[in-house]
């Protein structure tokens, strides 16, 4: 049976203190950046902490925000590292081919052939696209562009992705075989 979706989703994180006056460093993962601020109440991962949140101004890096309950900067500077996390009924609707990343966490990957390549560990972006990480037992980490020739089938209710390495990535079981060969 398929596991339910996350009840709720990280749409920011703080990353320190901005000025003196209880200002936060955040870091948006919306994809519209400034949204994340009208998701609220938001909440930090162990649920035991709530913030509403007011952009004040674009920063580097993100935006400056208060937080309601946060008036200094060492109360600000104190939750740096904190992910902040909605509720999944307060985002948007997604179309057809869109996934919270959320939802993608440990869902079993499978190449085109039906071979299991592993799970989904995370889903990262390092500036050219999204790169979904699959980790599997005895296995190189295997890093997917996240794009529909790399990924050509995602089935949330089956918790399944097809899998389509590029060749230049190649899938692990081809690399075990490339240096066995090479021996």
């Known amino acids: 049976m398929a596991e339910p979706p996350p009840a709720r989703v990280c749409v920011a994180a703080i990353a320190g203190a901005f000025g003196v006056r209880g200002e936060a460093r955040v870091k948006s993962f919306t994809a519209e950046p400034e949204a994340f601020a009208s998701y609220g109440p938001l909440e930090t991962e162990d649920g035991a902490r709530r913030f509403d949140a007011r952009i004040t101004r ?23 590292g904190l992910r902040l996390y909605a509720a999944r009924d307060r985002l948007p609707a997604l179309d057809e081919d869109e996934f919270y990343h959320a939802d993608l966490i440990g869902v079993e990957v499978f190449d085109t052939g039906g071979a299991s390549l592993g799970r989904v560990r995370a889903v990262q972006n390092f500036g050219a696209g999204d790169v979904i990480e699959v980790v599997g037992a005895g296995r190189p980490v295997l890093l997917l562009p996240f794009t529909r020739a790399a990924v050509p089938t995602i089935d949330l209710s089956a918790r399944r992705i097809v899998a389509d390495p590029p060749e230049e990535i190649g899938a692990p079981e081809d690399d075990a075989e490339d240096e066995a060969a090479s021996r």
């Open 58 to 80: 674009p920063v580097s890096g993100g935006f400056a925000a208060r937080l309601s309950g946060v008036a200094t900067r060492e109360q600000a500077e104190a939750l740096k």
